[in-house]
């Protein structure tokens, strides 16, 4: 299994980083890929990030699973991303593919139709950028291979969700048993 967790400046780094670490935690092949023209990224918090590499340079027909963390201004560079969009589009219409976004992020594909019909959560300051989405309010909502999650509160599950998809429930109640993860 093989995740893509792109990263432009502004991203929420706490969805991002935490969505990593479960996800390698289980044995996913994760990417860390920038968005922007370097490698190193500075998150919504002014935390740099060294990116794996390039969005540009990674093979996504090897990829099960793309990740759009939020942040409101790196979502909006994602936005702005060529990349970032046609791999949207792409791995939501692909059969054994899932795209997964969380916070800010479901906007994304929402601006692109993707969400049409579909259940999804956002955060609540973007609810009204989810034009056709079925709003559940929940923390993470789950249609088809399209994986919404509501905001930083929300990613231990949102990851948690990832994992149970790609890899299997046992391995998620596992990774939650050795973080000592209670809910």
Same mark, same amino acid.
């Given at each position: 299994?093989?995740?893509?967790?792109?990263?432009?400046?502004?991203?929420?780094?706490?969805?991002?980083?935490?969505?990593?670490?479960?996800?390698?935690?289980?044995?996913?092949?994760?990417?860390?890929?920038?968005?922007?023209?370097?490698?190193?990224?500075?998150?919504?918090?002014?935390?740099k990030v060294i990116a794996d590499a390039m969005?540009?340079?990674?093979?996504?027909?090897?990829a099960d699973l793309i990740v759009l963390p939020?942040?409101?201004?790196?979502?909006?560079?994602? #936005?702005k991303s060529g990349i970032v969009t046609e791999?949207?589009?792409?791995? @939501? !219409?692909?059969? $054994?593919?899932?795209? *997964? %976004?969380?916070?800010?992020?479901?906007?994304?594909?929402?601006?692109?139709?993707?969400?049409?019909?579909?259940? #999804?959560?956002?955060?609540?300051?973007?609810?009204?950028?989810?034009?056709? @989405? !079925?709003?559940? $309010?929940?923390?993470? *909502? %789950?249609?088809?291979?399209?994986?919404?999650?509501?905001?930083?509160?929300?990613?231990?599950?949102?990851?948690?969700?990832?994992?149970?998809?790609?890899?299997?429930?046992?391995?998620?109640?596992?990774?939650?048993?050795?973080?000592?993860?209670?809910?």
């Open positions: 299994m093989k995740a893509v967790v792109f990263l432009a400046d502004g991203f929420e780094e706490c969805e991002a980083l935490i969505t990593v670490d479960i996800l390698r935690r289980a044995g996913v092949e994760t990417v860390m890929a920038s968005v922007m023209d370097r490698r190193q990224v500075e998150s919504s918090r002014n935390i969005a540009a340079d990674v093979d996504f027909d090897s939020g942040g409101r201004l790196g979502t909006e560079n994602m #936005a791999k949207c589009r792409e791995f @939501a !219409a692909a059969e $054994g593919k899932y795209l *997964a %976004v969380i916070c800010a992020a479901p906007s994304l594909p929402a601006s692109l139709g993707l969400l049409e019909g579909k259940k #999804a959560t956002c955060h609540p300051d973007f609810e009204d950028h989810m034009a056709g @989405a !079925a709003l559940t $309010g929940t923390g993470v *909502a %789950v249609d088809g291979n399209i994986i919404t999650g509501q905001g930083l509160g929300a990613t231990f599950d949102f990851a948690f969700q990832l994992v149970s998809m790609l890899v299997g429930d046992e391995c998620a109640e596992q990774i939650k048993r050795s973080i000592c993860y209670k809910k």
